[in-house]
């Protein structure tokens, strides 16, 4: 996908990346480590020997999918757009009053301890059906399954014990390909948020993904 961005302002190269060290690597103390580039950043706070946070963590896709040479038709983070689609698709007319929102979400502040949410907004899990709620938990556990596996488990496991009725699923924008769209899952101690509202390097409509999940009780390992 570099290749799409020659000539342009903006050339992406895939083996820009950058990483970052915390303290003093040890299996006993604190410290923490960060690898950041295009489109990918990666936190994680270690204690004793053990992950104790690993949020933020951002994935982006530019494109989201290829829509020419030899990749085309690749997906990039299909699972996370798809998912949340389908979810939409099966809400009702008075569900989908709830969780639809006229106002595209803007980006989540990435640079600060406090994602500076607000107040939760769209559909809570509790008005879901089985069906629907099911589908919410695959797509949260799309998310996490991007951090390691035992940090995965553990998330998840905060997500279950903190209240799966309180957990809000709102959506913005279209569901055909193209059509620009983000959504927002808001729980009591996390925060997943998907932007495709961009064009590609190539000027495709909504081809551009942003996603992130952010732990709001203890990002970048600072516990409130």
């Known amino acids: 996908m570099r290749g799409l961005g020659e ?4 050339v992406r190269n895939p083996e820009w990346y950058f990483f970052t060290l915390f303290g003093t690597p040890s299996k006993t103390g604190k410290w923490g480590w960060r690898v950041e580039g295009q489109h990918l950043s990666l ?6 020997g053990k992950i104790v946070a690993a949020t933020p ?4 896709a530019n494109p989201a999918t290829v829509m020419q040479g030899p990749r085309q038709g690749t997906r990039t983070l299909m699972e996370a757009d798809d998912l949340a689609k389908e979810l939409f698709k099966t ?3 008075n569900q989908k009053k709830i969780a639809y929102q006229e106002k595209a979400f803007s980006e989540i502040k990435s640079h ?14 509790a008005k879901m059906a089985a069906k629907q709620r099911a589908l919410l938990l695959k797509l949260l556990q799309a998310y996490a399954s991007r951090m390691p596996p035992d940090v995965a488990e ?3 496991s905060e997500v279950h014990k903190a209240d799966l009725d309180q957990i809000y699923f709102a959506y913005s924008g279209g569901v055909e390909p193209g059509k620009p769209h983000t959504y927002r899952v808001q729980g009591p101690t996390f925060v997943v948020e998907f932007l495709n509202v961009q064009a590609d390097s190539a000027k495709n409509p909504a081809n551009h993904i942003h996603s992130v999940w952010r732990n709001t009780k203890g990002d970048f390992g600072i516990t409130k």
């Open 57 to 60: 963590v951002f994935f982006g």
């Open 43 to 48: 936190n994680f706070a270690v204690d004793g």
């Open 91 to 93: 809400l009702d007319d």
């Open 112 to 125: 600060t301890t406090d994602p500076q949410l607000g107040a939760p907004k769209g559909l809570t899990a």
């Open 154 to 156: 553990a998330e998840m």
């Open 7 to 10: 000539g342009g302002n903006l």
